[in-house]
């Protein structure tokens, strides 16, 4: 894990760092005295390859197909005018919104246009795609970093989250990339397994570390499952309310373990950029219900800073309560017992 920290470091710059420290001073400023007004750029985005994906996960809208927009790739002369008019301060990408990213053609070489612009790329896989032969052409592109969803340690129990799956492709993908870091003599992509903690998995908790170790991938994280279907219980809810975003009360419902505070960093940290150059505030908007502004008939800089993104913060550190994409997050937000 060393590792990936360092090459995140390795990022930095004195410009770079300027601009961190400036948008933490004008978070500050709106968390404490509800000045907000911006100073900086972003230094984080995500940007979505594409919204299609093979799989059918029941709390995804991608795998659900219940988006009400459109499916489809980001084009590549756009994905460069994104990295440009995002600003030489950027120094993270997470290329992935929504969608499997490598059904996107060319999605090796949106990795590369970033990389060579010393920006630390990251990614997240269902890994159903990842042959021998692009395990090693994603080595050579320079991601920094893959996360690889690995919901089940039986296809049982992997097919009842990640429905039209197959865990022997997530596990030989996975062995692909391990060789072709090995062969490269490569320490990147940094790789994560990513278990969804939900009930009809929750017992294999321990045995996912173990196969993770086993394997040889770097980290092993667990994952609290946002359900949208939770007041009255639900079927993939944990029964251990540890791992569990959802808390019971006396009178059988469920509520949100987390009490929303109103602030929020991700506001000022970073952004996200739809496939089709639409600017949204976060990942929880997964349907790009808030649009800020278009990246493809706009400056981003302006768009960062015009009225209508003042207004979304303005309300985020007023009554974030409002906020229908706030509800379920757990980001600015408190634990209650």
Known sequence: MWRDQRNILAKFSVFRTWNLIQLYYSYLLAKYFKRVKTK???YAASIEPTTACNLGCPECPSGLKQFTRPTGK???KEHLSMLDQLGKQLFYINYYFQGEPFLHPGF???IKAAHQRKIYTATSTNAHFITKEKAADIVASGLDRMIISIDG?????YEQ????????KVIEGTKHMIEAKKNAKSNTPHLIFQFLVVRPNEHEIDDVFKLGKSLGVDEVRLKTAQLYDYENGNPLMPKNEKYSRYKRMKDGTYKSKYTLSDHCWRMWSSTVLTWDGKVVPCCFDKDAQHVLG???KADFKQIWNSPQYQSFRKQVFTDRSVIDICKNCSEGAKVWT
């Open 294 to 296: 278009d990246a493809l």
């Open 74 to 76: 980001l084009d590549m």
């Open 108 to 110: 090796l070489e949106l």
């Open 161 to 168: 989250y990640r429905k039209r799956g197959k865990l022997e």
């Open 153 to 157: 340690l039986t296809q049982e129990t």
């Open 40 to 42: 900086g750029l972003p």
